[in-house]
């Protein structure tokens, strides 16, 4: 494997470590090296030397495991668009084949800002690193990071280069949110139960809400926030990803491009956001300064007056058979009162309640809960009598833990996204006319944001550590309660 930006904070904090992970769980071939590559100035020890904090986090130093790996590591510097450094390249991956016995397979990392995956991808074409020659026995695979463009143009732009030097097969696009366990446990949950099936529609689910929550600011990714936002770090990949899930149909096999199919479907049959819609169906919000905590406004590396939003919630309508009228909230944000990623299928109410004038008080929907984070569980809340001599009612979960039955080893999200990268297995990343669909759905509300005057006045600021702006309730009046 070849790590471009090695030097980089993904590098340290997921790619490096959940290669040792899969080391350690003996995942990974007997035949193997990584090789990190960026334009910082470090040799073999030195970058050796960086990874160890980060695979030390994740292991008992007495074991050895940790130097076994660190010895497969290797660095080699390069700047991004020099030919002469990729001819070295070629030359030095030779080599370490050679030397490690691990000549067949190559997956190519590009763990790099937006910017520079075009420019490898050629420099890498024109190496003749990007095709497998006449004498090689094995595959060539290239891994690229979210976000997949800042826009339609660009996603095009980035596909039309990376598909002049790959093909769609080799491609590999990451939402490490698509593999976690709980993210994947959703398509067995609805097509591996009879019971779920036939209410999961229209005629039985008054709403949909999906929640993906942060209790952390922006941090040291303000630079990169700053010209990003709530909407297109959040929405364009992993909130309509999980929205996808929740509302596609049943692939006809459990087979990528099946699965996948499914889901364009769903993005192609979003109803698209009329200026009247972005007005109505659509919050921003920024979060101010709190107690000891600092605003938006203030964190290092974001202008004073920015107006990037750190919060929004989408209405969104399917238009398809199984969904015509049912709303989904998207709801995503930074320093809000917890970290959770939830989707919650809020289920009609009972057609008539003959409890109403002896207890005063409505019933409570039936809510599916399907849990990602923190809890990683699926529950169903109903209602039963309240014990006692006055009748009452009151809501009640039935709950699947996930962690009650740990049986069979899990991964963590980075850890299964490699895996499947390097068997080849493209379920759960995204295929491009998926990121594009995406992007041409998201384009108009993002033109109506951020180009219109009225951009200040749309922004609504909240107090860190509350759920997002007060004005959400004109979306969604019972925000948050029935949602968490
Ligand atoms: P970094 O900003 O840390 O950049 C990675 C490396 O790229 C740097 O160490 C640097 O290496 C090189 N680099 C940075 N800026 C430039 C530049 N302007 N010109 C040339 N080289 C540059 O990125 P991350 O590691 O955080 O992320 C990599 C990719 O993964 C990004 O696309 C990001 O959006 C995505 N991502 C990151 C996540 C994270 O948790 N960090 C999560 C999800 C996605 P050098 O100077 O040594 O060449």
Avoid at 124 to 130: D, E, I, K, V
Avoid at 450 to 455: A, F, L
Wanted: glycine fraction near 8%; include cysteine; aromatic fraction near 12%.
């Amino acid at each position: 494997m070849v790590i471009f930006g090695a030097s980089g904070d993904l590098a340290w904090r997921k790619l490096v470590p959940a290669l040792f992970n899969l080391y350690d769980s003996g995942h990974l071939p007997d035949q193997f090296f990584i090789l990190g590559v960026s334009r910082t100035n470090w040799d073999d020890r030195e970058f050796r030397g960086q990874m160890q904090d980060a695979v030390t986090r994740h292991c008992d130093t007495q074991s050895g495991k940790c130097s076994d790996f660190l010895s497969h590591l290797y660095y080699h510097r390069l700047e991004y668009d020099q030919p002469e450094d990729y001819k070295a390249l070629a030359t030095l991956l030779k080599h370490l084949g050679q030397k490690t016995g691990a000549k067949d397979n190559l997956l190519f990392n590009l763990a790099l800002p937006p910017s520079l995956p075009p420019v490898v991808s050629r420099k890498l074409a024109q190496a003749g690193l990007s095709q497998p020659g006449p004498n090689h026995q094995g595959w060539i695979r290239v891994v690229v990071e979210k976000p997949f463009g800042h826009d339609l143009e660009s996603s095009r732009y980035l596909n039309q280069t990376m598909a002049q030097a790959f093909s769609e097969d080799q491609i590999f696009r990451v939402d490490h949110y698509l593999a976690k366990e709980t993210v994947q446990n959703i398509i067995m949950f609805r097509f591996a139960n009879a019971i779920f099936e036939p209410i999961w529609n229209r005629n039985f689910v008054d709403k949909v809400v999906i929640i993906a929550s942060e209790k952390l600011g922006v941090g040291h990714r303000a630079g990169y926030y700053e010209g990003t936002g709530v909407l297109r770090d959040m929405f364009q990949n992993h909130m309509l990803q999980l929205l996808s899930l929740t509302a596609m149909e049943p692939p006809s096999m459990w087979a990528a491009d099946r699965v996948r199919d499914e889901k364009t479907k769903v993005f192609r049959s979003l109803r698209p956001f009329t200026s009247q819609a972005v007005d109505q169906h659509l919050l921003l919000g920024q979060y101010g300064a709190g107690k000891e905590i600092k605003g938006y406004r203030q964190e290092s590396g974001v202008a004073q007056t920015s107006l990037t939003p750190t919060f929004a919630m989408l209405k969104v309508y399917v238009d398809n058979w199984r969904w015509q009228g049912v709303p989904f909230y998207l709801v995503s944000g930074k320093r809000m009162a917890q970290k959770v990623t939830r989707m919650v299928i809020f289920f009609r109410q009972v057609p008539h309640s003959m409890f109403r004038q002896v207890l005063g008080q409505d019933i409570t929907q039936n809510r599916l809960f399907l849990n990602i984070h923190p809890e990683e569980a699926i529950s169903l809340s109903f209602q039963t009598k309240g014990p006692g001599p006055v009748l009452c009612l009151r809501t009640v979960r039935m709950v699947f833990d996930y962690a009650v039955d740990p049986s069979g080893l899990s991964l963590g999200a980075y850890e299964k996204a490699l895996l499947d990268c390097m068997q080849g297995e493209q379920m759960l990343f995204w295929r491009q006319d998926g990121v594009e669909l995406c992007w041409s759905f998201l384009e108009p509300v993002l033109n109506r944001c951020e180009s219109c005057g009225d951009r200040a006045s749309r922004l609504h600021t909240y107090t860190p550590g509350s759920w997002g702006p007060e004005e959400v309730k004109t979306i969604l009046p019972d925000w948050p309660e029935p949602a968490l």
